[in-house]
């Protein structure tokens, strides 16, 4: 019998950060505390599940069209010139997708040819690689730096420029460090883009979850508009992960080439939540405000905490995570992870499952309520002391 499978598709890693979350699964023990998982405690304001519920009662189940709602795609376009200043055109210049994720997949598809280089600033979300090499281009990787907040800098990027780049990704605000970048820090990034003709997929999609400024959009800086495909979604704003939907924003020779996949691959996105997504653009701005002042408060208590308990902790200014450093324990971040789970039955992500460099690190997640993390962090703290005690001791 032939072999079945791709090569490139067999050759894929699973993510690791689903690795944890099986363990987790596998010990099916109720007192583990996890703060792995990347979704918001709250849940999805009422207003918003009103809207999704009414929309079935009144039988709206069927097909949108391919690109979504008109309806809901004019609300983005208001949306979206109401806090970056950018103007897309709703018939031709927005999609809705399947969440974030399809809509990098597609636009990574509709853009590369076999051979173009796709340069990926990492630690970063785990999709960005392997979307690159299911759409055969070739992945280049840009370590970020802590010593530079995890942001991605000028030499860093002219470093990695070839004459076969076509796209650079940019994770931000990031997942898993935290980090932001303002205008000033894009603005360095735009020219060179311009310079060099490179295009960007811009992931914004924990855009509104910032803390130091407000989130600005490099498709906002002179010469990026036409060269930007600017990605975002309601799962994390607007705590609505189940929900499955996404947006994707671009010129329209870009876009109605990703529509072109998404026709033949989705066909669209629910219906039910493209009718709750028109609620939540419309009226959701106070709730947004109101989980951002949450994860805003458990940010700086992790931040502090760890700090307390000998952790090194780079302060994150986006998303809702924390990146605290484990390098001093002599540890690698997959070890440190499963002994913690073991001895202390606390879920964290190794660093390493957003890429080689995030060695030495750990994504935690403040998703989840205060005391939750009280509890997580004592425990984390009560190990912790213990490797130091071991390594005093010899026995590390």
């Excluded at 944890?20 to 998982?37: C, H, K, Q, R, T």
């Excluded at 499963?338 to 992500?349: F, N, P, Y």
């Excluded at 499952?353 to 005391?371: I, K, M, N, Q, T």
Aim: with cysteine.
């Amino acid at each position: 019998m032939r072999n079945p499978l791709s090569d490139k598709t067999a050759a894929l890693k699973p993510s690791g950060i689903r690795k944890m979350f099986d363990i987790v699964a596998e010990m099916n023990d109720p007192d583990v505390v996890s703060l792995g998982v990347g979704e918001p405690d709250f849940d999805t304001p009422w207003h918003i599940r009103e809207e999704g519920i009414y929309s079935l009662e009144k039988g709206r189940t069927f097909y949108t069209s391919n690109a979504g709602l008109m309806e809901l795609k004019v609300e983005i376009s208001n949306f979206i010139k109401r806090k970056s200043g950018l103007t897309y055109d709703p018939a031709s210049e927005i999609m809705v997708t399947v969440g974030g994720s399809e809509a990098i997949d597609i636009a990574m598809r509709a853009m590369l040819n076999p051979g173009d280089e796709v340069i990926i600033p990492e630690p970063c979300y785990v999709s960005y690689k392997p979307c690159t090499i299911l759409a055969d281009g070739v992945p280049v990787i840009i370590p970020l730096q802590e010593s530079n907040d995890f942001k991605l800098t000028e030499d860093e990027l002219l470093a990695a420029i070839t004459p076969k780049t076509k796209i650079l990704v940019l994770p931000f605000p990031n997942n898993p460090t935290g980090s932001i970048m303002t205008k000033e820090d894009l603005e360095p990034i735009a020219r060179i883009c311009v310079e060099k003709d490179i295009f960007v997929i811009s992931d914004e999609i924990y855009g509104a979850l910032t803390y130091q400024s407000d989130h600005c959009s490099i498709a906002s800086l002179p010469g990026m508009w036409e060269r930007t495909v600017v990605i975002n979604g309601f799962s994390k704003a607007y705590a609505m992960t189940g929900w499955r939907l996404g947006y994707a924003c671009a010129p329209a020779l870009i876009l109605q080439q990703m529509l072109k996949i998404h026709q033949f691959a989705i066909m669209c996105a629910p219906t039910t939540s493209q009718y709750a997504a028109i609620e939540a653009l419309r009226n959701g701005d106070d709730d947004v405000e109101t989980m951002r002042e949450s994860y805003n408060q458990r940010r700086r208590f992790l931040v502090y905490t760890f700090r307390k308990m000998g952790l090194h902790c780079f302060e994150p200014f986006g998303a809702f995570y924390v990146f605290p450093s484990i390098k001093g324990l002599g540890m690698t971040s997959d070890q440190f992870a499963r002994e913690l789970l073991a001895d202390e039955k606390v879920a964290v992500v190794p660093g390493t499952a957003f890429g080689e460099s995030g060695e030495g690190f750990l994504r935690v997640s403040y998703a989840y309520s205060l005391d939750e993390l009280k509890l997580a962090t004592d425990r984390i703290a009560r190990f912790v002391n213990k490797v130091k005690g071991e390594r005093a001791a010899g026995l590390r």
